[in-house]
């Protein structure tokens, strides 16, 4: 585990500086990325200005949901961006270096690539979840802090597991693009609301199919004790297990079917 | 003892059956049909410790298919392999441990940084202590030459300078067993022969290796077993000396002339059992010879004594010629260690 640790440090490393290579790419992506999440905030910040309250949430409680989706992606992106790659790595045929390297070949997928945009979505997702922090009506018991501190650190693993899976489809589909996956990215979009607020087969999809709003809405529930089950955010932890395991299970039935490319 | 076992080896592959076209790709969308090819259908191989093989056959005969079953890459859809003693697509990186792996066509440094930090990645990645890491890359990069290419990035490096830096990313943990799939593809002569070298001091030193290739020259000087594959079968397993002497014997030496008048039966005169013909116009002259009945100097002389030679060049069979030989009903090289048809 210590040792899977290190190496995996040491692969986005060595990333970060392949990626450095290419300084412009890094401004442009961190802009975007900025302006993207900003534009997200401005929406809300609009919607607040009409409607005061939505289901018992208020302003700064829906803040800090949608910062947890900025800072979630954020690191996903960051420490676990290579999962994107796989469309492409396993069309050509590039998992034939990975395997015969003595590292897991999981590990060496995700860390195959630094997505430094994440940098982008940190900043903005931070100063969003700090703010909200502030500005939410909960007292911050001893309790409470270890609660958040637990649940919004396992929040960010729910998103790297369901990327995983999602991308693991790249094994099935065999195409060149990630456009299957994207559109389940586009999906877990949808938890940077309160669940609430859609009908019930969304609801289920986002909390149970593809648990998207384990990364943010269950976590903030729990900690805002607020919505019809706050309690079930303290299943976060066990939700990024879930994500993770099921995301290295379907990543091994793909490697059994993986077919290289010819010579 | 067998470091590499493989029985009755099977890998098929499952193509979807379009008709050719657009029409086509969008019938397949309602209609799917799909047709199975066995890329090795019923491989059985056992290679022991120290031995140099090579692995040849026409293209899609499918040898890159066996090494990447041998290398745990992909999963046979039947039979069973066994290298180290391990299987290796079950046990992945104990298998890449005791493994080095070189394609060709394909590098395994890292795209963007320099070789060197590529080698330390590799250098982690298989728990090498520095004293022998530092021993093992001092080596190889004397043999290989590559010392002032560990601070290029791979992107940078030429096609002959990036295979001599990916042979010493598979070799620098040591590894008892090395495949190269086509090392040499794309080289220039000079480098070549520099791996060529390179690769039979790995195998004295008692490295076990597999060795896929389409050029002859990198059988001979390297290996002393010939696998030929063809339809994902075997056809001849054996000595290498005794195939070559029966299919590859020909030598066709080209050689240009200063002057146009040279007598062709002057020089068949002189080479008995080897074929002369024009080239170029009469600027040039080709004789097929058998290095064991003639030497190359000998032809040389030969000619040399009829015109005036400015420049030549020797050309080897190709693996091809060997192969399409050997079907051509001439299978009779090794008749006892053929399997398959």
Not at chain 1, 73 to 91: D, F, I, K, R, Y
Not at chain 2, 295 to 306: F, I, M, N, P, R
Request: proline share 4%.
């Amino acid at each position: 585990m210590r040792r899977n640790l290190w190496l995996y440090r040491r692969c986005l490393g060595a990333q970060l500086r392949a990626t450095l290579e290419y300084e412009g790419d890094f401004w442009i992506m961190s802009v975007a990325a900025l302006l993207t999440q900003g534009m997200g905030f401005v929406f809300l910040w609009a919607i607040f200005r009409a409607i005061p309250q939505i289901n018992g949430w208020r302003f700064w409680d829906v803040v800090l949901i949608y910062s947890l989706v900025a800072l979630t992606e954020g690191v996903a992106v960051l420490l676990a961006q290579g999962a994107w790659t796989m469309a492409v790595t396993v069309n050509l045929g590039g998992l034939d270096t990975v395997l015969v390297r003595p590292f897991s070949p999981l590990l060496q997928v995700l860390s195959s690539q630094i997505g430094m945009n994440g940098l982008g979505n940190l900043v903005l997702g931070g100063s969003l979840f700090v703010a909200a922090l502030v500005h939410v009506h909960a007292t911050w018991t001893p309790v409470r802090i270890a609660t958040a501190a637990l649940v919004f650190a396992c929040a960010p693993l729910v998103k790297i597991g369901l990327n995983i899976l999602t991308n693991c489809s790249a094994f099935w589909l065999k195409t060149p693009w990630s456009m299957f996956p994207f559109a389940f990215h586009t999906l877990g979009e949808l938890a940077r609301y309160p669940l609430g607020i859609y009908g019930l087969a969304v609801r289920l999809v986002l909390s149970v199919v593809l648990p998207y709003a384990f990364m943010s809405y269950f976590p903030a529930t729990a900690v805002l004790s607020l919505g019809s089950a706050p309690w079930l955010g303290l299943l976060t932890p066990v939700a990024a297990a879930w994500c993770l395991l099921l995301g290295r299970w379907a990543f091994r039935r793909g490697l059994t079917r993986y077919e290289s490319s010819g010579s | 003892m067998a470091r590499i076992e493989a029985d009755d080896l099977r890998k098929v592959f499952r193509r979807p059956d379009k008709g050719p076209g657009l029409a086509g790709s969008l019938r397949h969308l309602v209609e799917r049909r799909y047709t199975e090819k066995a890329a090795v259908d019923g491989i059985s191989l056992r290679v022991d410790a120290g031995e140099a093989v090579a692995y040849v056959g026409p293209n899609g005969a499918g040898k890159s298919t066996t090494i990447k079953l041998l290398t745990g890459i992909l999963v046979p859809t039947s039979g069973e392999v066994r290298v180290n003693g391990i299987v290796p697509h079950r046990h992945r990186i104990e298998n890449a441990r005791g493994v080095g792996v070189v394609f060709g066509q394909r590098t395994s440094l890292w795209w963007d940084l320099p070789v060197r930090d590529s080698f330390e990645l590799l250098r982690d990645m298989h728990g090498l202590g520095a004293a022998e890491y530092r021993e093992n890359l001092d080596r190889l990069v004397e043999m290989l030459q590559i010392g002032d290419l560990l601070d290029s990035t791979a992107r940078r490096l030429s096609l002959g300078q990036r295979m001599r830096c990916d042979l010493a990313a598979a070799l620098l943990h040591a590894p008892p067993i090395v495949y190269l799939d086509e090392p040499t593809i794309g080289l220039d002569i000079e480098v070549k022969d520099r791996l060529r070298t390179f690769l039979r001091q790995v195998v004295a030193g008692g490295t076990t290796l597999v060795l896929t290739t389409h050029d002859l020259g990198d059988i001979e000087d390297v290996c002393s077993r010939l696998v030929i594959i063809d339809q994902g079968r075997i056809v001849h397993d054996g000595g290498l000396r005794q195939v070559i002497e029966t299919y590859a014997r020909e030598r066709v030496m080209h050689a240009d002339l200063a002057s146009r008048p040279v007598s062709l039966s002057g020089v068949a005169a002189r080479l008995p059992g080897a074929t002369v013909t024009e080239e170029r116009d009469g600027l040039g002259v080709a004789v097929a010879f058998d290095p064991l009945a003639h030497t190359a100097a000998a032809v040389l002389s030969a000619l040399q004594q009829e015109a005036e030679v400015v420049d030549l060049r020797i050309e080897e069979p190709a693996i091809e010629d060997v192969v399409r030989r050997m079907y051509a009903g001439q299978l009779d090289a090794a008749p006892g260690e053929r399997t398959g048809t």
